[in-house]
């Protein structure tokens, strides 16, 4: 299985820095990308068409950061899967901390997201993680289970193939703050159980990455742990030089 490092550049960039950082993440990836990774890169809607192609040539692959769950109608403001596949996406990220936290979005809202996206042949990148307060309150399994449970329960097994986990633990998100190795893997091996138990026997080829202050310097040591197959860089990732240190890390 493939390594998936995925960067998130979150509403950040006007379109002519995100066509300089692309291009000169293109110019750096450009037969450079190892067989055992893959890149993928979620700008904001308004870039996405531009970035497809220089993206596409340097074999990264794009994503948006959020989708709605319905294939068109009177959804103001909202974006379809057939509308980001029409423009290049073949991932999108779903039930991001920050719009579970900052936007509100609940549960069923992740999971009607998460369900139509893969039914729709989008990849889903589901982010799940637990605040400072519910792991110092012991939550954090609890959190976790209610997480995965509510949004991949009864998926059918044909689209768990194009599912990608993400565990960010919401304190280290843009904090500078990096769990411990040790706090990676535990956490790790609780979603692969949780998945397990969710998804059967198709849980073995759903990836788990790691995302939080992910950073060019420690990169190469998280990448390194059996339970992390990929990580979710934010704040890293924008700028092109750091993103392809960690994509080389
Ligand atoms: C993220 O946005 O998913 C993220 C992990 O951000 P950062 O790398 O900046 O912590």
Redesign the pocket.
């Given at each position: 299985m493939a390594q998936l490092i995925a960067a998130?550049w979150?509403m950040y960039k006007t379109m002519a820095e995100a066509t300089a950082t692309a291009t000169a993440l293109a110019e750096r990836l450009q037969g450079r990308i190892p067989s055992h990774r893959e890149v993928l890169v979620c700008p904001v809607f308004v870039h996405l068409a531009a970035l497809a192609p220089i993206l596409r040539d340097a074999g990264i692959a794009l994503g948006a950061q959020d989708v709605y769950p319905a294939d068109e109608g009177a959804f103001t403001g909202e974006v379809s899967p057939k509308q980001l596949q029409d423009v290049g996406c073949t991932h999108v990220l779903v039930g991001?901390s920050e719009r579970r936290h900052i936007l509100g979005e609940a549960d069923a809202l992740i999971a009607a997201k998460t369900r139509v996206a893969l039914e729709r042949g989008l990849a889903v990148v589901l982010?799940i993680g637990e605040t400072l307060t519910e792991r110092r309150s012991l939550q954090l399994e609890a959190v976790l289970f209610r997480q995965v449970s509510s949004a991949l329960t009864d998926l059918p097994a044909a689209v768990t193939e194009r599912l990608i986990v993400a565990y960010?633990p919401v304190w280290?998100?843009?904090?500078g703050e990096v769990a411990t190795l040790e706090d990676i893997d535990a956490a790790h091996g609780l979603v692969r159980r949780m998945l397990r138990d969710c998804l059967g026997a198709s849980a073995a080829a759903v990836r788990i990455l790691y995302?939080?202050?992910?950073k060019p310097d420690n990169a190469g040591a998280i990448l390194q742990l059996d339970t992390v197959d990929g990580v979710?860089?934010?704040?890293?990732s924008l700028d092109a030089e750091s993103f392809a240190r960690i994509v080389l890390a």
């Open positions: 998130n979150k991001h982010c960010e280290a998100i843009g904090t995302g939080g202050s992910v979710l860089v934010g704040g890293a």
